[in-house]
C-alpha cells in the first residue's frame, strides 16, 4: 500500500524559511513524478511544485523563485524548501504521487506564516 507522510510543516514569521518533508513507501519512489500542492481556507487546492524523475521541476507561479523541490531517491523522501515566505502562502501543504496504480495523497501539514 502506498503511504505518504508530511512534516515540516509549522508557525513561521513572513520572511522565514521551512523546509518540507514527504516520505513515501509502497511504491518505487523514483519511477514517479512528485507533487507539492496546498490548500488555504476557502480555497481550491492549487499546485506548487512537481518533480520528474529526471528531476525537471515545475512550480506554480506564486512561488517561483522562493521555493526549490527536490527529492532523494535512496531514502524515498521528496523536499520543499520554502524561502521568503508570505502571509499568503499559509495553507496545509499536501504531497502527492501518480502511479500505475492510482492517485495518492499525503494527510498534510499546516503551515502558518504570521507575525
Known amino acids: 500500500q502506498v503511504q505518504l507522510v508530511e512534516s515540516g510543516g509549522g508557525l513561521v514569521q513572513p520572511g522565514g524559511s521551512l523546509r518540507l518533508s514527504c516520505a513515501t513507501s509502497?511504491?518505487?519512489?523514483?519511477?514517479?513524478?512528485m507533487g507539492w500542492y496546498r490548500q488555504a481556507p476557502g480555497k481550491e487546492r492549487e499546485l506548487v511544485a512537481t518533480i520528474g524523475r529526471d528531476d525537471n521541476v515545475d512550480y506554480g507561479d506564486s512561488v517561483k523563485g522562493r521555493f526549490t523541490i527536490s527529492r532523494e531517491n535512496a531514502r524515498n523522501v521528496v523536499y520543499l524548501q520554502m524561502n521568503s515566505l508570505k502571509t499568503e502562502d499559509t495553507a496545509v501543504y499536501y504531497c502527492?504521487?501518480?502511479?500505475?496504480?492510482?492517485?495518492?495523497w499525503g494527510q498534510g501539514t499546516q503551515v502558518t506564516v504570521s507575525s
Open positions: 502527492k504521487v501518480v502511479t500505475m496504480g492510482g492517485t495518492y
Open positions: 509502497g511504491t518505487i519512489f523514483s519511477r514517479y513524478v
